[in-house]
């Protein structure tokens, strides 16, 4: 079954025949370039990373790794969302504003170096939750070949697992501005808060965790086994400490634990039907 997946995978590319991948680093556009480069040939599949406030230097570093052991070229461009008011409001649509910057740029560039079109690593599952960003995809004309290949998030990580991908078994860690809560302004600085204060709680040793940004308070969501690990001393105070001093007023701890998308939950039916 997966085979065939994969199979259909390359015929999708094939048929495309010469790609731009919007490439982030994570766990579906890696595994998209990948098999691109794979399919097609190094020559025929050219990764691209926004760069932009939004991105952590963090996993800009890891993607730019990764690319390498690919044996992707992967070139940058600079993207100012966070300019757009309509992206800065951050409400419900807010992704399909940031996708629609991001797409329309690579769609001029595949356009002006002659490549077929752009691929984005949207997945099968992603059809069934709340994405706008895939309606930025219809919007631009980007491709989606894993979607349309019927690739699960779990296809795709057992797929890079048989290649020996490092994002195989990584967390899911989208944009910097999924930690920002919805109607509270999207700026440079709330996004540099949440990365500095996502750093810290990676140099304790957390691997799947959020730092949700409620304006005057942090909401941090881990592991329910991982509570413990951040609410005893000393590692309690120290992350009080170091997020206050990035200015939140407030430090909590969810106690319903880390999920994926939390902050979707605030959002009526009807808001998400809207920007679907």
Excluded at 219 to 226: G, Q
């Amino acid at each position: 079954m997966l085979e065939t997946k994969y199979e259909k995978l390359q015929d999708i590319l094939r048929d495309l025949g010469k790609v731009v991948v919007a490439y982030s680093g994570g766990v579906d556009s890696t595994y998209l370039l990948k098999a691109a480069v794979d399919t097609l040939g190094p020559e025929n599949a050219l990764a691209y990373i926004g760069v932009s406030a939004s991105l952590a230097r963090s996993q800009y570093e890891q993607a730019i790794s990764n690319a390498k052991i690919i044996g992707a070229e992967v070139l940058e461009t600079q993207v100012d969302e966070v300019e757009d008011s309509n992206y800065a409001a951050n409400k419900a649509d807010r992704c399909f504003h940031c996708k629609s910057h991001l797409y329309g740029i690579l769609v001029n560039i595949a356009k002006e170096k002659g490549y077929s079109g752009v691929v984005c690593g949207s997945n099968f599952d992603d059809k069934d939750d709340f994405r706008p960003g895939n309606r930025a995809a219809k919007v631009f004309g980007v491709h989606c070949p894993l979607m349309d290949a019927e690739l699960t998030k779990a296809d795709i990580r057992q797929l890079s697992r048989d290649v020996n991908l490092p994002t195989a078994d990584v967390p899911a860690s989208p944009c910097l501005a999924s930690r920002v809560s919805y109607g509270l302004e999207v700026t440079e600085q709330r996004l540099k808060q949440v990365e500095q204060a996502e750093d810290f709680l990676r140099s304790l040793g957390l691997v799947e965790f959020r730092v949700r940004h409620h304006d005057t308070i942090a909401r941090i969501e881990v592991n329910p086994k991982d509570i413990e690990k951040v609410t005893f001393e000393p590692a309690r105070s120290r992350i009080v400490e170091k997020l206050k001093s990035l200015g939140f007023k407030f430090v909590t701890v969810d106690l319903q634990g880390f999920r994926s998308g939390a902050l979707n939950e605030s959002l009526s039916e009807e808001e998400k039907r809207t920007n679907l």
